[in-house]
C-alpha cells in the first residue's frame, strides 16, 4: 500500500532543485547556524543605551525583563540589565536570575539594583547639587581620575563598595575636582562586585541621551567602557549619537545668508513655543505650590505643576512674562520653569518682539511688544501703595511676584535701578520704530526717579529697600556721596542716564553720570568690585562709554572705551566666543567656590580658574554684544565690527536646536564651552547656573541686538529719537521740586 510523502520528503525536492539550478550554494549545517549572541540586553525597546548601539550597527538580542535575558543568553556572553523602571523603581532581581548567570559564566551589567548579592542595598534617593567623579583609571587617559561628570537628577540606592569606578558627592571645579573628594557623602556609582562577574551602576547610566547627561564627550567612552567590561575583546563600532539639545550649527559648518534673521525668528519663537507668556486664566489655575499672593524671593518661587501652562490659553504680554528655565536639568531631560514675574525680564523682550515684528512683517510679534510694554509700565505696580506722587518710591518700577497674581505687584520690596534702565532702553527703542509716544512720559518718569535717588557722585546704590526708601527719603540718597565702583549694577544704568539726557536735555543727567564713569576708569580694572568675573565688568562698561562718546565726544572719553574694549576682545577666540575670565582675589562678589562645601551656596563663577574654555551668555556676552555694537557705531573702527562680526555668528551657531524638548528649541543658555562646543561649565550658581534660561537678560538682548543689526540701526538712535523733552518739567515738578544740585567732586566719597 502506497503511503503519502513526509513533509521532509516534500521540502526536500524543491532544496534539491534549487541547488541544482545554483539558486544557492551548498551550506553546512554548522554554517547555516547564526553565531552565538555577545551582548543581550534587558530593557525597554527605546532604551537610550540599546538604541545607540543599535544604531551604530550592532545586532543585539533584546528581552523584556532580566530573567529571559539572562536564560537566554549563550555562556560566556555579556547581559546588560538596564533600569526601565527608574526612577520611581529600583530593579528586582531574583537570586535565580544571579545563580543562573553565574552558572552560565555570564558577566553582567546591572542597572539600579534593588538587591544585590552579599551587598546591602539602601532605598533610592535623590541628589540636588551632587555630581559624579571619576574615581579610577578604567575609563582611560580620556576619562582620568577627579574628572566631573553630570549625571543630571540623579537618583541612586546607597550601597558600600570598594574601589569605585565612578562615585557622586557634591564636588567644586570645572572639569576636575580641584580639591579632591569630600570625607563623607561619596557615593558608589559604578563598581565591580566583589565575588561576582557583576560591574553595577547604583543609578541608570543607560539614560545618557535623554537625561542630556554631560559633557556629551565623555559619555561614549563611559558606556564604550561598560561594553569592555562586559565582554571583553569584543569589536565594538565608535557610538555616536545626536544629543537631544544641541548647537544650531558647527564650529566650521557655512551659515546661511539668513542665519540672523532665522536666530531672529526663532529666538522669538521660543518664547511662543515654551509657553513663557502669562495668560490670565493662569491667575485662577491650580498650580499647586507657589500661589496667588505672599511674599517671595523673585527666582525661587516654586510652582509643582508648571506644565499646566500647555494645557492653558497662551498669553499675548498682556500679563507678561516668565523668567525662565532653572539650570537643573531633570532626569526625562525637562527643565524646572522659573516661576516668577519679572519687570527686566518682561520690559527687555518689548524691543526684540517690536524690532522683530518691523524686520521680519510679523504684526505677532508687533503686538506682543506693545503689550509688554503697556504691563511692564502701566499695569505692574499699579496698585502699589508707593504709585502715588507723595511716596518717595514712587515713579519707580519694583521687581518681582508670582506670576498667579491677578493685580501683580513687587513683592521683594527692592527697586533695581539697572532693572529699570534696560526695560526704559528697551521700550523706547521700541517706541521710535512704530512712532508711538504712549511710553515717553512714563520711561522719562522712571528715569528721574532713578536719579533722584541717585548720589551726588553718579552712583546709586544696587538696590533701594523700600523700607528705607521710606524712613530717609529719596532727598537722603539724592545728596549722598555714594561710590559703587562696579559696573555690574551701576554700568546700564549710567548709559540710559546719558540716553535720557540726549532725549531730554537734563544737564544733571550728563554731569552726573560723566563724573560716575571717570571714577569707574579710575578703579579700572584692579580697584573694581567683580560680580561673576572681570570679563562682565568689561562688557558692561562698554555700554556707558559708548555712549558717553555718542554724548560727550572728546579724546579721553574715546581712550577710555577704546582701553576696556581692547581688554574685553583680548579673550576674543577664533569662534568669535569671549572666555570668561577671573578678576583680583578678594575683589569678587560671586567667585569660584572656594571649596567643595561652598559649591552650591551662593551666586558663582562659571569657571573655576582663569583659561577655562567657557563664556558667560547671562552675565557678559549679552551685555558685550550690545556694547560692541554700539561701540562701533560711536567709534567707526573696523576692529569692533570685525569682533561683533565674529561674535554674531558664534551666537547663531551656538543657539539651541531640539526635536525632543520643543521648549527649548531656540533659546541661549548661560554657559557654553568652546573647545568641546557643549553646553558645559561649572553649575555652582544657587539660583542661575549652566543651563539656565533668562527670557530678558539672554534672550531678549541677544535677539534685540542682531535685529538692530539687520535694520542697520543703533539702540543709541533709536531711543534718543524720542522727544522727552516736551515731558521734562512736568515731571521735574513733581519728582524733582526746588532740588538742589549737589555735585563737588572734590568731595570725600563713601567707601
Not at 537628577?153 to 573628594?181: I, N, Q, R, S, W
Not at 493685580?407 to 528697551?426: L, N
Amino acid at each position: 500500500m502506497n503511503r503519502s510523502p513526509t513533509m521532509g520528503s516534500r521540502l526536500l525536492v524543491p532544496i534539491i532543485i534549487l541547488l541544482a539550478a545554483g539558486r544557492f550554494a551548498p551550506l553546512s549545517f554548522a554554517a547555516v547556524q547564526s553565531e552565538p549572541a555577545r551582548l543581550v540586553f534587558s530593557c525597554d525597546a527605546q532604551n537610550d543605551f540599546y538604541r545607540v548601539l543599535t544604531q551604530c550597527g550592532m545586532k543585539c538580542p533584546r528581552y523584556d525583563d532580566p530573567a529571559a535575558a539572562v536564560q537566554a543568553a549563550p555562556s560566556g556572553a555579556g547581559v546588560i540589565l538596564l533600569a526601565d523602571g527608574y526612577p520611581q523603581r529600583a530593579q528586582s532581581i531574583e537570586a535565580a536570575v544571579f545563580e543562573a548567570a553565574a552558572k552560565k559564566g555570564l558577566r553582567v551589567y546591572l542597572e539600579y539594583p534593588a538587591s544585590l548579592p552579599g551587598i546591602e542595598v539602601g532605598k533610592p534617593r535623590g541628589v540636588k547639587w551632587e555630581r559624579g567623579v571619576i574615581a579610577s583609571d578604567v575609563f582611560g587617559p580620556t576619562l582620568a581620575p577627579m574628572r566631573i561628570v553630570a549625571i543630571h537628577d540623579c537618583h541612586f540606592v546607597p550601597v558600600k563598595a570598594e574601589k569605585p569606578h565612578l562615585v557622586l558627592t557634591k564636588v567644586a571645579g570645572f572639569d576636575t575636582a580641584v580639591y579632591g573628594l569630600p570625607e563623607k557623602d561619596v557615593w558608589p556609582i559604578l563598581f565591580e562586585h566583589p565575588q561576582e562577574k557583576l560591574l553595577v551602576s547604583t543609578t541608570k547610566l543607560s539614560q545618557f541621551v535623554t537625561a542630556r547627561y554631560a559633557p556629551t564627550d565623555a559619555w561614549e567612552p563611559m558606556m564604550r567602557t561598560i561594553l569592555n567590561w562586559v565582554q571583553p575583546g569584543l569589536e565594538i563600532p565608535k557610538l555616536t549619537w545626536t544629543p537631544a539639545v544641541r548647537p544650531s550649527y558647527t564650529r566650521d559648518e557655512p551659515l546661511p545668508a539668513d542665519a540672523e534673521r532665522q536666530a531672529i525668528r526663532r529666538g522669538n519663537d521660543w518664547v511662543l513655543n515654551a509657553r513663557m507668556l502669562i495668560h490670565p486664566s493662569w491667575h485662577t489655575a491650580d498650580w499647586g505650590k507657589g500661589s496667588n499672593l505672599g511674599g517671595m524671593s523673585a527666582g525661587f518661587t516654586f510652582a509643582e505643576r508648571t506644565a499646566l501652562r500647555f494645557d492653558l490659553p497662551s498669553g499675548d504680554g498682556s500679563a507678561g512674562i516668565l523668567e525662565g528655565f532653572n539650570s537643573q536639568i531633570r532626569y526625562d531631560g525637562s527643565q524646572e520653569v522659573r516661576w516668577s514675574l519679572r519687570t527686566d525680564c518682561t520690559g527687555e523682550h518689548v524691543a526684540p518682539f517690536v524690532l522683530a515684528g518691523k524686520l521680519l512683517d510679523e504684526p505677532r510679534y508687533l503686538e506682543i511688544g506693545k503689550n509688554l510694554a503697556d504691563f511692564v509700565l502701566f499695569k505692574f505696580d499699579a496698585t502699589a501703595p508707593w504709585n502715588t506722587p507723595s511716596h518717595p518710591a514712587y515713579g519707580l518700577i519694583g521687581w518681582a511676584c508670582p506670576p498667579t497674581m491677578a493685580e501683580p505687584m513687587d513683592q521683594t520690596g527692592s527697586f533695581y535701578g539697572v532693572i529699570s534702565a534696560r526695560v526704559c532702553m528697551s521700550t523706547l527703542a521700541a517706541a521710535a520704530v512704530l512712532d508711538l509716544d504712549r511710553w515717553d512720559d512714563r520711561v522719562l518718569e522712571v528715569m528721574l526717579a532713578n536719579f533722584r535717588t541717585t548720589g551726588r557722585f553718579g552712583f546709586r546704590e544696587t538696590a533701594l529697600r523700600r523700607s528705607l526708601l521710606e524712613k530717609h527719603g529719596w532727598q537722603f540718597y539724592y545728596q549722598r556721596p555714594t561710590l559703587n565702583l562696579a559696573s555690574h549694577p551701576t554700568a546700564q544704568l549710567l548709559a540710559a542716564n546719558l540716553m535720557a539726557y540726549q532725549a531730554s536735555g537734563y544737564r544733571p543727567l550728563l554731569d552726573r553720570t560723566r563724573q560716575a564713569i571717570g571714577l569707574l576708569m579710575e578703579a579700572y580694572p584692579d580697584k573694581l568690585k567683580w560680580w561673576n568675573g572681570l570679563q562682565q565688568e568689561r562688557g558692561r562698561l562698554l555700554l556707558p562709554l559708548a555712549w558717553l562718546v555718542r554724548a560727550d565726544d572728546t579724546p579721553e572719553h574715546r581712550a577710555w572705551l577704546s582701553r576696556v574694549a581692547d581688554d574685553f576682545l583680548k579673550s576674543q577666540v577664533s569662534c568669535g566666543a569671549i572666555r570668561e575670565e577671573l578678576g583680583e582675589p578678594g575683589k569678587g562678589v560671586y567667585p569660584a567656590p572656594p571649596s567643595n562645601e561652598a559649591y552650591g551656596t551662593a551666586e558663582a563663577s562659571l569657571i573655576q580658574s582663569n583659561g577655562d574654555p567657557v563664556c558667560d551668555l547671562l552675565y557678559t556676552i549679552n551685555s558685550g554684544f550690545l556694547g560692541l555694537h554700539e561701540a562701533a557705531a560711536a567709534t567707526g573702527d573696523p576692529k569692533l565690527r570685525e569682533a561683533e562680526n565674529r561674535l554674531a555668528a558664534f551666537l547663531c551657531r551656538i543657539q539651541t536646536r531640539s526635536d525632543e524638548r520643543p521648549e527649548l528649541d531656540g533659546t541661549w543658555f548661560r554657559a557654553f564651552e568652546f573647545d568641546r562646543w557643549d553646553y558645559w561649565a561649572s553649575n555652582a550658581d544657587l539660583g542661575w547656573g549652566a543651563w539656565c534660561v533668562e527670557t530678558g537678560w539672554v534672550q531678549g538682548w541677544i535677539v534685540t541686538v542682531l535685529s538692530l543689526r539687520q535694520l542697520d540701526t543703533t539702540l543709541w538712535d533709536l531711543t534718543t529719537r524720542r522727544p522727552l523733552t516736551r515731558h521734562l518739567e512736568k515731571n521735574l515738578q513733581q519728582l524733582m521740586p526746588e532740588v538742589e544740585i549737589l555735585v563737588n567732586p572734590q568731595e570725600q566719597a563713601e567707601p
